[in-house]
Structures are given as structure tokens and as C-alpha cells.
């Protein structure tokens, strides 16, 4: 590109220095020498610029290629992703359900060994714990559920006896209303 009109531009200069006087035929001669030129001139721009563009398009179509399975690759990551935090997410709900379980099971057995633990409303009208200390074990403590109801509507200081189905008498002292004492 760009030699046929670099040959023009010097037949333009030098054509007029060394033919002072030029014949009409030889005018005409020079006259289609330089539109040739520039006519070879024009095709090798146009033949340039169309193969430049088919090298854009080539380009842009593996590009678009290599984007695509970037993406793909993207889709398939997330896919992966997707599915490994669904299967964490189950593994934390059996864990979080087996620790609810085990803490269900935990309070019950230390309202068994320790006492009961009720909510009613406080001096405020706000709800508050009460703390029963009983000491008996599991099937007494089923017996007295509706001593304990009773002897909650007291407050610190209120007993009451209870006797279970299988005879046996119990001694209901709450002790006091609130949060529990450290280390109980």
C-alpha cells in the first residue's frame, strides 16, 4: 500500500522537469499512466481494508467464541457453587435441628435435676422466670405440674405441698422471680 501513488508523486515531478514541451498523445499517454497508478492505488487500499476486515471479523468471532466459554465456565462455577452451599446449608439445618434437639433434651433434664421453669408476668406486668427448686425425679415431676402452676401465681417466698399419684409428698418452695443465679 501506498507505492503506486509514491510512483505517481515522482512521474509528478519529474515528468514536467525533464519534458518541457509534451506532444498532445504523449499528454494523453502521462494522463493514463497516473489514472492507472491511481487506479492501482484505490484497488490495493480497497484490497487492504477488505482483508483487515475479514481479519476484525475473525478475530471477533473468536473472541466471542473464547467469551462464551467463559461464560459457560462462569455458569458451570456458579452451578458448582450453588449446589456445594445447598448441601452446607442442609448439613447446618440437620446440625442446628440435632442441636435444638439436644438442647430440648438438655433443658428438660435440668428442669428435672434442678426444678421447673415457668414464665409468668412479673410485679411490672412484663413476663419473668420463675425458678422452682423440687427435688424429685422424672415421673414425680409430671405428677406436680399443676402444684407448680398453682404455687406460681404466688410470689418469692410461696410454698405448696403436693402429693403425687403414687403417694409421695412434696414440698414446693419458689424461691424467687428473675434471671437465674450464676451457676444454676
Known amino acids: 500500500m501506498g507505492v503506486f501513488i509514491a510512483i505517481l508523486a515522482v512521474l509528478g515531478v519529474l515528468v514536467p522537469l525533464l519534458r518541457e514541451h509534451i506532444g498532445r498523445r504523449e499528454k494523453m499517454l502521462w494522463t493514463l499512466v497516473m489514472l492507472a497508478l491511481l487506479g492501482l492505488e484505490l484497488r490495493s487500499i480497497y484490497l487492504d481494508r477488505n482483508a483487515h476486515d475479514r481479519q476484525e471479523a475473525e478475530d471477533r468471532q473468536t473472541q466471542l467464541r473464547n467469551f462464551g466459554e467463559i461464560a459457560k465456565g462462569i455458569n458451570t462455577t456458579i452451578t458448582t457453587s ?74 418469692p417466698g410461696t410454698s405448696c405441698d403436693a402429693r403425687t399419684t403414687n403417694g409421695m409428698d412434696f414440698h414446693i418452695s419458689i424461691d424467687r422471680l428473675g434471671p437465674p443465679l450464676p451457676g444454676n
Do not use: C, W
Open 82 to 155: 450453588q449446589k456445594q452451599f445447598d448441601a452446607t446449608m442442609r448439613s447446618t439445618n440437620q446440625i442446628i435441628a440435632a442441636n435444638s434437639k439436644l438442647l430440648g433434651v438438655t433443658q428438660e433434664s435440668l428442669e428435672n435435676i434442678t426444678g421447673a421453669t415457668h414464665v409468668v408476668p412479673g410485679p411490672d406486668g412484663r413476663p419473668q422466670k420463675v425458678y422452682a427448686t423440687i427435688t424429685a425425679g422424672q415421673e414425680e415431676l409430671t405428677a406436680l405440674r399443676d402444684a407448680i402452676d398453682h404455687a406460681l401465681h404466688g410470689q
